[in-house]
C-alpha cells in the first residue's frame, strides 16, 4: 500500500484582482481565519472602482494554499487570483 506523500510547504503570496466591493477584504481574511492563520502579510490597493490585494502567508502546505486561492477565485466580485507558492 503506498504511503501518502506530504504536503510541500513554503510561502504562498496571493494577488486579488477585484471590484473595489466595501466587504470583500474581510471575506477573503475570513477565509484565511478559518484555517487558524494571520496573515504575514497584506495589503489592498483601491484605484477607484478597481482593487488589488496582496496576501503572503509563510510556512502553509501548498493544497491549502491551492484551496484558499479557489475559494478566493469563487468570490463575487473578484476577477483574477494569482497565486505563487515559493
Do not use: K, W, Y
Request: overall charge positive; aromatic content about 2%.
Amino acid at each position: 500500500m503506498a504511503t501518502p506523500t506530504a504536503q510541500r510547504r513554503g510561502t504562498a503570496a496571493f494577488t486579488v484582482a477585484a471590484s473595489a466591493d466595501p466587504q470583500l477584504l474581510c471575506r477573503m481574511l475570513g477565509f484565511i481565519a478559518r484555517l487558524g492563520r494571520v496573515p504575514d502579510g497584506a495589503e489592498a490597493v483601491r484605484r477607484g472602482d478597481d482593487m488589488r490585494v496582496s496576501i503572503r502567508l509563510d510556512d502553509i502546505e501548498t493544497g491549502h494554499a491551492e484551496l484558499l486561492a479557489e475559494n478566493i477565485r469563487a468570490m463575487i466580485h473578484v476577477a483574477a487570483v494569482r497565486l505563487v507558492v515559493c
